[in-house]
């Protein structure tokens, strides 16, 4: 999944504003899926006498941030800044992976060369004066893991539910991925997973509960093929399990088809992100814990694709029907000469 929230205008203009020197330091936020200016401070002091003055009061331990703090050192560019990536224990995961996703894209737009240290905090102990001073004296020695993996390694302890998560970041096209997140099923969910497994029923539709961080049963009414259409949403992500009863080339079949309906654009990036973060979890839990065999998986974008035919073809593809005909390879070109003709001894005398 890419995401490359919209960074606004005002932030933009101060930011190239802040490199002259004027500001000590700049806060950052996402807010309605926009990187916004979420506050700023001038110099009063030096860049050690105004650090904990400025930053800790900032710092809400229920909300992530981007805090992008001056130092007095210069390099090349200017100014040298230290970056750091707030990001409390107790902010709901969610607003973690958007932060943790999103970090390439800051640093992209405020210019990594102005950038002398990079730090990763989730308690005031991490990012104070002290540990911005543990953090240099670190970085003078080999780290086994890198920054990002540090970042990556604190958002699985200390978020039980994120089994994996992986991402990728390149700085020249802010392209990030994050896959892996687990949300639990809910006790409806999982009764009626069973009841899929034992054939009791026929259909499940579940969504997450992005507040709980749960997944939760919609409802599982009986469906037939026919009624699919109307089962989908067009405005809100679902994942649904059908038991797709059929007939192939005189057997009948019962198949399990998992469908993940996505419709287009309409949905926040948030939804987006977390839907597809939490769909390969949920596959392996219900193919492992509840022994669904799952003959096929879609994702669409409309109801109105889950045809009778179009199910059909996605269970069963056509195979080609014919195969190429074994070809002799030919042999080498060119090293065996111009074929001879070998006479018997009888044949020789009648020639002469």
């Keep these: 999944m890419f995401l490359a929230l919209v960074v606004t205008p005002e932030l933009r203009e101060f930011l190239a504003r802040a490199k002259g020197g004027a500001v000590r330091l700049i806060k950052v936020r996402i807010q309605d899926e926009q990187l916004v200016l979420g506050a700023y401070r001038e110099p009063e002091k030096s860049w050690?006498?105004?650090?904990?003055?400025?930053?800790l009061p900032l710092l809400d331990d229920q909300e992530p941030c981007y805090i992008l703090y001056r130092l007095d050192s210069q390099n090349a560019q200017g100014y040298e800044w230290i970056f750091i990536s707030w990001s409390p224990d107790q902010s709901p995961v969610k607003q973690k992976m958007l932060y943790a996703a999103t970090r390439a894209t800051?640093?992209?737009?405020?210019?990594?060369?102005?950038?002398?240290?990079?730090?990763?905090?989730?308690?005031?102990?991490?990012?104070?004066?002290?540990?911005?001073?543990?953090?240099?004296?670190?970085?003078?020695?080999?780290?086994p893991l890198t920054l990002a993996e540090q970042e990556l390694q604190r958002i699985k302890i200390t978020e039980g539910r994120v089994k994996q998560v992986k991402t990728e970041i390149s700085?020249?096209?802010?392209?990030?991925?994050?896959?892996?997140?687990?949300?639990?099923?809910?006790?409806?969910?999982?009764?009626?997973?069973?009841?899929?497994?034992?054939?009791?029923?026929?259909?499940?539709?579940?969504?997450l509960d992005v507040e709980k961080e749960t997944i939760e049963l919609v409802h599982s009414n009986p469906t037939e093929t026919r009624d699919l259409p109307r089962r989908v949403p067009k405005d809100t992500p679902r994942y649904h399990f059908f038991l797709y009863k059929h007939s192939h080339e005189g057997d009948y079949l019962e198949s399990v088809v998992f469908i993940y309906s996505m419709p287009g654009y309409s949905c926040s990036i948030k939804e987006r992100m977390l839907y597809s973060s939490c769909k390969s979890r949920l596959l392996e839990e219900a193919e492992k814990d509840y022994h669904l065999e799952i003959a096929k998986k879609l994702e669409i974008d409309d109801g109105d694709e889950l045809t009778a035919e179009f199910l059909y073809e996605e269970v069963h593809p056509k195979q080609h029907a014919h195969k190429q005909a074994f070809a002799k390879p030919r042999g080498p070109a060119g090293k065996r000469g111009h074929k001879r003709l070998i006479k018997g001894p009888g044949e020789t005398k009648q020639d002469s």
């Design 48 to 55: 050690d006498q105004d650090y904990d003055h400025f930053l």
């Design 171 to 207: 700085v020249e096209n802010k392209h990030q991925t994050l896959q892996g997140l687990a949300f639990p099923l809910q006790e409806t969910a999982k009764r009626a997973l069973q009841q899929l497994a034992q054939k009791r029923i026929n259909y499940i539709q579940l969504r």
């Design 106 to 143: 800051v640093k992209k737009e405020f210019g990594g060369g102005h950038v002398k240290y990079e730090m990763f905090g989730t308690a005031e102990e991490d990012v104070c004066l002290i540990g911005y001073q543990c953090h240099v004296s670190s970085c003078s020695g080999p780290a």
